[in-house]
């Protein structure tokens, strides 16, 4: 999703912000399979009980992935959005 928009595996800002989300991710891991693997199963269900609440998620994960995949595709090459005109406090969130 980082490289597809930008055409390249040589753009290094998404390989540092993957090293920053995924390397804490995987150490909170491996601590949890060391220290606590109930812990660990109890946080991997992800199993909603509620047929309304599975409703909502699927909803806002579509949402989610809708607005992110139209968003790379209007910032992923550079100076396409600068020539958008698109006002700035969508880039400061």
Same mark, same amino acid.
């Given at each position: 999703?980082?490289?597809? !928009? $930008?055409? &390249?595996?040589?753009? =290094?800002? $998404? =390989? #540092?912000?993957?090293? +920053? *989300?995924?390397?804490?991710? $995987?150490?909170?891991? #491996? #601590? ?6 109930? *812990? *660990?199963? @109890?946080?991997? @269900? &992800? /199993?909603?009980?509620? $047929?309304?609440?599975?409703? #909502?998620? %699927? %909803?806002?994960?579509? +949402? ?12 992923? &090459? !550079?100076? @396409? %959005?600068? @020539? +958008?005109? +698109?006002?700035? /406090?969508? &880039?400061?969130?």
């Amino acid at each position: 999703m980082l490289f597809l !928009p $930008a055409g &390249t595996l040589g753009y =290094w800002e $998404a =390989w #540092v912000y993957m090293g +920053l *989300l995924f390397i804490p991710v $995987a150490i909170v891991g #491996v #601590v949890l399979i060391i220290k606590d693997p109930e *812990l *660990l199963e @109890r946080r991997m @269900r &992800t /199993w909603e009980r509620e $047929a309304h609440q599975r409703k #909502v998620i %699927a %909803a806002s994960s579509l +949402l989610l992935l809708a607005v992110f995949l139209i968003q790379a595709s209007i910032a992923g &090459t !550079p100076g @396409r %959005a600068s @020539r +958008l005109h +698109l006002c700035c /406090w969508p &880039t400061s969130l």
